[in-house]
Structure formats: C-alpha cells, structure tokens
C-alpha cells in the first residue's frame, strides 16, 4: 500500500474503532438513558395481561420516590386509555401455572 492510500485507511479504522466507545459512553449518560428506555425510576411496566388480539390492560408505575402511582392502561393499536389510578402497592405475585392450580383443586376435592 502506498503513502497516499494508507492515511485514509487510517482515519476509516479510527472511525469503526470509535463506533462501539461512543455508543459505551452514550449507554452511560442520562440522554441514553432516556432514549433506551431504562431510565430507572421514572416508568417501569409492573404487570400486563393480554386481554385479545393486540389488546392488553398494563400496570405501569410512573414517578419516583413519594411521587410514585400506579396507571391502570387499556392499550389497543390506536389508542392508550387511564382505566384508573392506583397507589402503589406491593408487587403483584407470579401468575400460578395451570398445572399448579388444577393440582391445588384436585387437593381439595379429594380431602
């Protein structure tokens, strides 16, 4: 390679290797934050629960610290609707597989 075609080589590797520090550093700021979506403490989805084809009710809390609520949303394609508003409470607990709950009712039925 010669002298006039290795200095843009140069700059097009030094560019690429920069690529990956700026989004590292971006990741790492507020503004990145934001953009990404894991701003932590200002919305967070708490629990949702499909209720048809692209339909679905959300639990999702909004604020922080004192501040906190809880939105209660219907969310369709077109639209997002406050159902209601809540205080925050504790965590809502995992959804118990059916294979649990149809053992839980043959307990009971037997005894």
Known sequence: MNASGLLPFLWFLAIVAMIPVALWLLKRTP????????????LRVVA?????????????????????QWLVLGVTPQQI??????????????????????GQKLERSDA
């Open 48 to 68: 949702q629960l499909p209720t048809g084809a692209n339909q679905r009710v959300l639990i999702v809390e909004v604020g922080s610290g004192d501040a906190r």
């Open 31 to 42: 503004y990145g934050r934001a953009m990404s979506g894991t701003s932590p403490g200002l």
């Open 81 to 102: 609707t406050t159902l209601h508003t809540l205080a925050p409470q504790a965590e809502p607990p995992s959804p118990a597989s059916f294979a649990k709950l149809l």
